[in-house]
């Protein structure tokens, strides 16, 4: 069993509308969680850290976390073209990070 | 803030050579350096940790001994690919996390794509 699940995608997403992404952990020890973009060919790119349950906006994204639920989301409001990427979710486990597989996104006008 | 570079940002090299890749935090000191592989479409696979001044935490599967990692100081690491084959192109990319950058996040190099022919 993976210990950072993503749903692979592609999720299409119309121009303009609210892009949903999921992922679940099972290692309760994970404190910390990440959202990284990736675009095709490059490297990735930190968005969002999230360390206590809750929301946290920031710009266009906002991110969830429940540790009850080993649940941690991220929105992406108004969706842009520039948007499309594989979007990675990651806990941090006693200073390793553990990658989900990645949700690929595209954004279409 | 939080820049890390990488070095080469490609190179092909041939079968039996070794090739050294460098990785540098620019504006923040760099504690814990990570060294990842990604092939084409697949996930990205940890292959070393490594603490400034201390030998470096490899993953399982991975030979210490074709990837060497050194961490001399607290703003650069490299990774030598030695006796590099075909099988060991990928795409390489570190990440790096330390005081300064507000927490536990990983910063991530722009990446070396390797070709071995």
């Known amino acids: 069993q993976k210990e950072v699940e993503q749903n692979s995608g592609p999720l299409s997403v119309p121009e303009g509308a609210i892009a949903s992404l999921n992922c679940t952990y099972s290692?309760?020890?994970?404190?910390?969680f990440f959202w990284y973009r990736q675009y095709s060919g490059k490297s990735p790119e930190l968005i969002m850290s999230?360390?206590?349950?809750g929301d946290k906006e920031d710009g266009r994204f906002t991110a969830q976390l429940n540790k009850a639920s080993q649940y941690v989301s991220l929105l992406i409001r108004d969706s842009q073209p520039s948007d499309s990427a594989t979007y990675l979710c990651?806990?941090?486990?006693?200073?390793?990070?553990?990658f989900g597989a990645g949700t690929q996104v595209v954004v279409t006008p | 803030g939080a820049v890390v570079s990488q070095h080469p940002s490609w190179v092909i090299c041939k079968s039996g050579t070794s090739v050294k890749i460098e990785c540098r935090s620019l504006?923040?000191?760099?504690?814990?350096m990570f060294w990842y592989r990604q092939f084409p479409k697949q996930s990205l696979m940890l292959m070393a940790t490594?603490?400034?001044?201390?030998?470096?935490?490899?993953e399982q599967g991975v030979e210490k001994d074709k990837f060497l990692i050194n961490h001399a100081s607290l703003t650069l690491s490299t990774l030598t690919v030695t006796s590099a084959h075909p099988e060991d192109s990928s795409f390489y990319i570190c990440?790096?996390?330390?005081?300064?950058?507000?927490?536990?996040?990983?910063?991530f190099g722009p990446g070396t794509r390797l070709t071995v022919t």
């Open positions: 990440s790096a996390s330390g005081t300064g950058t507000g927490g536990y996040e990983q910063y």
């Open positions: 290692d309760r020890g994970s404190q910390s």
């Open positions: 999230i360390y206590s349950n």
């Open positions: 990651a806990g941090d486990s006693w200073g390793k990070f553990q």
């Open positions: 504006d923040f000191q760099a504690t814990t």
């Open positions: 490594s603490n400034e001044g201390s030998k470096a935490t490899y």
